[in-house]
């Protein structure tokens, strides 16, 4: 028996990744679930490999940055809704890479759950 694949929130949230290489970039994370992200492809994340860990950091509300050891597991495509006062669920596919978190400390997890319990409520 599989198990069940987790729920991934639509989000636009600003997030840094510090890769291996030493570069911090700021990308703009576009899913989200327990166990992992997808972000949008921006300048040196174009020259990262799969397999490549980094560290991701996303502001939380009312509290300390989560951060979490990743993975980087793919590479692949997403939609991203466009604001327009002339046109409504207007949206475009972007580039991106996917994220797999590594070991997140019991606590955290629990942060990122409530996090993305107000994803989902909004």
Known sequence: MTTPRPVRYRC??????????GAVVTARLLELSEHGAFVEEVGPLGDVQLEERATLT?????????????????????????????????????????????????DELERLRDFLDLIDSR
């Open 12 to 21: 636009e949230i600003s997030s840094r990744l510090a890769l291996e290489s």
């Open 58 to 106: 996303l502001p939380m509300p009312g509290g300390a940055p989560f951060s979490a050891q990743v993975r980087f597991c793919r590479f692949g495509r997403s939609r991203v809704e466009l604001k327009s006062r002339h046109a409504e669920h207007l949206s475009v596919t972007v580039r991106g890479l996917g994220l797999e978190f590594d070991l997140v400390d019991h």
